[in-house]
């Protein structure tokens, strides 16, 4: 399947396709598939950034991908985990292209998860002032989120993604089969961001979600293709008509104030991503129903298909006065108010700006009283 993000919309006047398939990585690439790589101008060298478990995975399967496609692959092998993300790791790419006096006409590859899609595409995005890259995600996190819509960096101390830019991949190839390799909890933790699509943009899909979540993570491969599938072709919707988050992609932002306090708590260890925002997207609906937008209905379905997924779904007994300092941080901040993402019922959202103060005083409640159970 072939879904456009047609930029033209946005004002960027291009676009790029997301292929999706399984077996679409193999070491004989398809006609169709070399055809894709050339068209977007890929020939002759590529750079491979990948991590170590991906490398130890599938490492000689995509160098002999590149190859039989006529294209010289160098491989950067980064260290797995989120702390990977940093200005360290980002100088080490750069070592690495100088050395090996890329070019602006080469490309670099993201093949891996979130961390490595984030990084490679932030040191495509400013090496030599940008070059070309392409997304070859590996998760199902990154397959239906990171992958898609541009969004590049690295995390600071003081909080996730506040060094970045916004740099689009020249396509997307996204191998189904590739999923196999993931264990439970990442599978889960890739959930975590298709269950945000449902629960603030598409109804029928969060009922699809309550109904086939089992299928999905049992790794059923016409599930999964099409969770995949649907989570995407909203991300590019919306990434079409908002490529830099002036506007409507906020919504996507959904659980992830919350969430991304959580990790830069967490300092970014023994939690994984799709399980903070989670923990996010349950501290937002709660809100929601706390300012009268939603039902306690709707709490219960979100709380019941995030718990019934294998995700927590309790929120971490940091202190108010630490989650705020936090969310301070959070680029969504403007006059000393953060821009959340809520929800009046499945599927539909609402963007309300809140007082810090007022935040404090619900997160107190949740920690110390009934609420959080």
Partial sequence: MKIKVDLSRSGSGYGYEILIGSDIINPKPKGE???????????????????KTVSDLYGSLITHFFENAGINPVTIILPDGENTKS???????????????????????????????????????????????IQMPTTLLAD????????????????KNLIGAFYQPKVVLIDTGLLKSLDAR???NGFAEVIKYGVVLDSKFFSYLENNCDRVLSYDESALAYVIERSCAIKADIV?????EAGIRSVLNFGHSMGHAVEALYNYENIKHGEAISIGMIFATMLSKKIG????????????????SGLPVKIPEFTAEQYVNAMKLDKKVS???????LIEDIGNYKLKKLDFGFIHDFIFDICTKTVNR
């Avoid at 239906?144 to 909080?159: L, M, Q």
């Fill in 144 to 159: 239906v989120d990171s992958s898609v819509g541009g969004k590049t960096g690295i995390n600071h101390s003081k909080g």
């Fill in 87 to 133: 200005k360290k790791y980002l100088f080490h790419i750069y070592d690495e292209l100088i050395n090996g006096k890329a070019e602006r006409r080469d490309f670099i590859i993201a093949f891996g998860g979130g961390v490595v899609g984030d990084l490679a595409g932030f040191a495509a995005a400013t090496y030599l002032r940008g070059i070309n890259f």
């Fill in 335 to 341: 006059e000393k108010q953060i821009k959340f993402v």
């Fill in 240 to 244: 079409s008509e908002d490529e830099k």
């Fill in 33 to 51: 598939i070399t055809d894709i790589l050339n068209s977007v101008g890929l020939r002759g060298r590529a750079f491979v950034i990948t991590s």
């Fill in 186 to 188: 990442e599978l889960a």
């Fill in 293 to 308: 937008l939603c039902t306690d209905e709707t709490v219960t379905r979100v709380k019941n298909l995030i718990e019934k």
